[in-house]
């Protein structure tokens, strides 16, 4: 599917999903938020379950958590939740080497990026998702406004 289609599939999505903007923002917040995390095997599952227990918009949060956490900004993403983390934190940054193939090295060292990727994936989630609520709102209102107007009748 071409970009130009997917963009268009994204904007009718977005015209059709029910609630008020502020509902709808909030539900994109969300899913920005769990989409900024480095959770990834776990972002729909996260979103879910967020949702039925915040009671709040399925179908925007899986939007919001797509559009942040995808293939293309994935690889960017983590590297920097992991240098904020790094900095945050005061660690030094790991040098992602095993010496050797031992299972225990490869975990230590997992645990070693883990702790400071989801320190800055948090941080950068909430940079992210407190602007993704206000351009959210802002876009169903004047979406919803512009489709709302009566045609103009010609002359």
């Known amino acids: 599917m071409a970009i130009k289609d997917r963009i268009r599939e994204f904007y009718i999505r ?11 923002a909030r ?5 920005v938020f769990i989409g900024a995390t480095p959770t990834i095997p776990f972002h729909t599952a996260l979103v879910m379950v967020s949702c039925l227990a915040l009671r709040q918009n399925i179908t925007a949060a899986i939007l919001g958590a797509t559009i942040v956490s995808n293939p293309l900004t994935i690889p960017f ?11 945050v934190l005061g660690l030094p940054a ?32 909430a940079a992210f998702a ?6 959210t709102r802002h876009a169903v209102v ?3 406004t ?6 103009e009748p010609s002359p």
């Not at 407190?130 to 351009?135: K, M, N």
């Open 94 to 125: 790991n040098p992602f080497a095993v010496a050797g193939y031992d299972i225990r090295a490869i975990l230590e060292i997992g645990l070693h990026i883990l702790y400071p990727m989801l320190v800055g994936g948090v941080l950068l989630a």
């Open 27 to 31: 539900a994109m917040a969300l899913g």
């Open 130 to 135: 407190v602007p993704s609520y206000f351009l």
């Open 142 to 144: 004047r979406m919803r």
């Open 14 to 24: 977005f015209l059709s999903l029910s609630g008020s903007p502020q509902e709808i």
């Open 77 to 87: 993403l983590y590297l920097a939740a992991y240098e904020l983390g790094v900095v």
């Open 146 to 151: 512009r489709h709302a107007e009566p045609a």
